[in-house]
């Protein structure tokens, strides 16, 4: 039903109630002015000295409450109701960081003007992307040789940060050293195979290729394809340092993870590079808020409650207290 009178969140749907109101007020009018019946008396002047009681100076209270009691009955059959905001259950996207802690990681070279490790370009541009993805549920995945979950997908930004900022590279040349990229993003697949977020993406981000061989890099892609999930790869830095300079890497098995899962392949060479990938990413998977929905709260209860004692009020006074004789 359309309401007919309306402002700001409150509402009347059937107004046409209110006429009773005008009706109420012509009544109380007519029995002011009508003359009542008097009592034969040999002179007026008797009472003149006679003050009136304090129950005589409230004899219209009766007939003013039962007044009052129409108004209020009158807006309850009117139904007055508000407008609020229905509560949705949002349903966001469960996005997995899977960064990488090799030691090469540590490599000072994305930017040519200040000191800025690969390492620290990933955490920075991680926390902005993180912090930005309020509706979606952002967890922390770190790799080498072994892959490890720090963070399972959350919405408290705080939290992840947290583990965004202590996460740095494994010792060189020691045993936990590696780029297990398969394995890692296997490990991805098993956590966001849990979720029931209508959209999983997992954001892989390595500076080498695939050094352990447990599982493939294309296995792993595999995994993700069938669990729905997709995959966007980024392949950072200038690749691998030599004593003539950095060796460029082609990243095919990154691109291939990308082609695979339906996601795609980035390659920043620099901090500023990496920013913007993970602003093209924001905007690849952003999630389509519906419509707010609203729901319709009647509260004719309060002006029914307040109408019906009123009335009651009225009446036990007119019997009780004001009652008048013709």
């Avoid at 954001?203 to 695939?210: H, I, P, Q, R, Y």
Wanted: charged letters at 25%; one cysteine or more.
């Amino acid at each position: 039903m359309i309401a007919v009178w309306t402002w700001g969140e409150y509402s009347l749907l059937d107004p046409w109630f209110l006429l009773a109101i005008p009706l109420a007020a012509l009544a109380w009018l007519s029995r002011v002015l009508r003359k009542r019946a008097a009592l034969p008396t040999a002179a007026v002047a008797l009472f003149a000295d006679v003050a009136p009681t304090l129950r005589q100076q409230l004899a219209w209270l009766p007939l003013f409450g039962k007044v009052l009691a129409a108004v209020c009955l009158a807006v309850a059959l009117a139904r007055p109701v508000s407008r609020e905001v229905a509560p949705m259950e949002e349903e966001g996207i469960d996005i997995l960081l899977v960064v990488d802690t090799s030691s090469s990681m540590q490599i000072d070279d994305m930017s040519t003007t200040v000191s800025v490790r690969r390492m620290d370009a990933a955490r920075k541009r991680a926390e902005e992307f993180a912090a930005a993805r309020t509706h979606d549920r952002v967890g922390l995945l770190a790799f080498a040789r072994y892959a490890e979950l720090r963070c399972p997908p959350t919405l408290d930004e705080k939290a992840l940060a947290a583990f965004l900022r202590v996460v740095d590279t494994v010792p060189p040349n020691s045993e936990i050293d590696g780029t297990a990229i398969g394995t890692a993003l296997a490990k991805g697949v098993q956590v966001l195979a849990k979720s029931k977020a209508k959209s999983r993406v997992v954001v892989l981000l390595t500076d080498g290729e695939n050094t352990v061989f447990d599982i493939l890099p294309a296995d792993g892609a595999k995994l993700a394809k069938d669990a729905g999930i997709r995959v966007h790869a980024i392949g950072l830095g200038n690749g691998q340092p030599t004593p003539f300079g950095f060796r460029p890497l082609d990243f095919q098995e990154l691109r291939g993870i990308a082609e695979t899962t339906g996601g795609q392949f980035f390659q920043p060479k620099s901090d500023e590079d990496l920013k913007k990938v993970y602003e093209r990413i924001d905007e690849l998977e952003k999630t389509e808020l519906e419509d707010p929905r609203y729901r319709t709260v009647d509260f004719f209860e309060w002006p029914l409650g307040a109408g019906l004692a009123m009335l009651l009020l009225s009446l036990l006074a007119e019997v009780l207290l004001f009652r008048r004789v013709p």
